[in-house]
């Protein structure tokens, strides 16, 4: 059965940083493509970032280019966001996903397998 549980979301000022994590287990990590989403009140769930099993091949929301990086460590089965000058409208539960695939996508149906997310606040 596969697990992936998301933490390190919290509540921050804007222009502060975070990093989140997803630790992965049930399958092959190594071999599995990786997404952060979110989800603000409101609204429907929104692609940020991806990346294929290799690292070396990564996708950002435009909202988010420049600030927020994703990276993984297969030795560990955990992927991260690192998450720099937040924005109040980076409000949302951010959610981890995989997919049945190496690469990583911006498709949100893409994805087959989904943590229960953790929430991420940035007061102004």
């Known amino acids: 059965q596969v697990h992936l549980v998301e933490s390190g979301g919290g509540l921050v000022q804007a222009g502060d940083a975070l990093r989140l994590s997803c630790v992965a287990s049930?399958?092959?990590?190594?071999?599995?493509?990786m997404g952060w989403f979110r989800q603000a009140p409101g609204k429907e769930r929104e692609f940020v970032a991806a990346?294929?099993?290799?690292?070396?091949?990564?996708y950002y929301a435009d909202s988010v280019k420049g600030r927020f990086t994703i990276s993984r460590d297969d030795a560990k089965n955990t992927m991260y966001l690192q998450m720099n000058s937040l924005k109040p409208e980076d409000t949302a539960v951010y959610y981890c996903?995989?997919?049945?695939?190496?690469?990583?996508?911006?498709?949100?149906?893409?994805?087959?397998?989904w943590g229960q997310g953790t929430q991420v606040t940035v007061s102004s």
């Open positions: 996903a995989g997919r049945s695939n190496v690469i990583g996508t911006i498709y949100l149906a893409d994805y087959n397998y």
């Open positions: 049930g399958l092959t990590f190594s071999s599995t493509g």
């Open positions: 990346i294929s099993y290799s690292g070396r091949t990564t």
